[in-house]
């Protein structure tokens, strides 16, 4: 059964800051890995998606890295600013029968001060 | 239309009520997914739709669960004789289809539902 974890459940740094989310999964037999950003109250928007083939995705100051073969990804963010702070989710998309079904982290909370 | 619609947005009820959750996926998306958050927890998968059929209702809690999709399009999730722990966020996804297995999902902005 595929698990996601992801590290720091809360990050909080001041604006300008360059940071770096963590997720793991432990099967890594997948299709692709999606960040998505969840603000208070909110559904969820896709920041970025990383085919299983491809090692990183950029746009704009976001960049996500795939380590298929070691199960992790990370999310880069430069220049934090407040109005990134909302809940980063990583999901990863299972291959074979299960090519439907994203599994997700719990999150972590991104909080950036003025 | 432009993006995945969820309605209604919030939803009170009392406790043993139904309710209706309804998703308008993005045109042409043959996949829909139903997910739900609760407080403090990841999400969980529910129930995925290829065209109108659900080959994974494995995620459904119970069986006063249930979801139906039409056309191809709108879903209905029905929850009967609510309970408290249902209480949650429901999610709904639609993608271009799954057969690849490359396309990512797009959410809609959920229906908070809260049982009292």
């Known amino acids: 059964k595929q698990e996601v974890t992801q590290i720091p459940a809360a990050l909080s740094v001041p604006e300008g800051e360059n940071l770096v989310l963590n997720c793991s999964f432990t099967?890594?037999?997948?299709?692709?890995l999606q960040w998505f950003r969840q603000d208070p109250g909110k559904g969820l928007t896709s920041l970025l998606l990383?085919?299983?083939?491809?090692r990183e995705q950029t746009s704009g100051r976001l960049n996500a890295s795939l380590d298929k073969s070691s199960g992790r990804s990370t999310l880069y963010i430069a220049a934090s600013q407040p109005g990134d702070s909302a809940t980063y989710l990583c999901?990863?998309?299972?291959?074979?029968?299960?090519?439907?079904?994203?599994?997700f982290g719990k999150g972590t909370l991104l909080t950036v001060n003025p | 239309g432009a993006g995945v619609s969820q309605s209604p947005s919030n939803k009170v009820t009392e406790k043993g009520k139904d309710v209706e959750l309804r998703c308008d996926p993005i045109?042409?998306?043959?996949?829909l997914y139903w997910y739900r958050q609760r407080l403090g927890q990841g999400l969980e998968f529910l129930i995925y739709?290829?065209?109108?059929?659900?080959?994974?209702k494995s995620g459904l809690p119970s069986d006063r669960f249930s979801a139906e999709r039409t056309g191809e399009s709108v879903s209905t999730l029905t929850i009967q004789r609510t309970q408290q722990e249902d209480s949650a966020v429901y999610l709904c996804?639609?993608?271009?289809?799954?057969?690849?297995?490359?396309?990512?999902?797009?959410f809609g902005s959920g229906t908070r539902l809260t049982v009292v």
């Open positions: 990383i085919q299983s083939s491809q």
């Open positions: 045109s042409g998306h043959t996949a």
């Open positions: 996804a639609s993608s271009l289809k799954i057969s690849s297995g490359n396309y990512g999902y797009t």
């Open positions: 999901a990863v998309k299972g291959s074979g029968g299960s090519n439907y079904k994203l599994t």
């Open positions: 739709f290829q065209g109108n059929s659900a080959p994974d």
């Open positions: 099967d890594s037999a997948i299709y692709n």
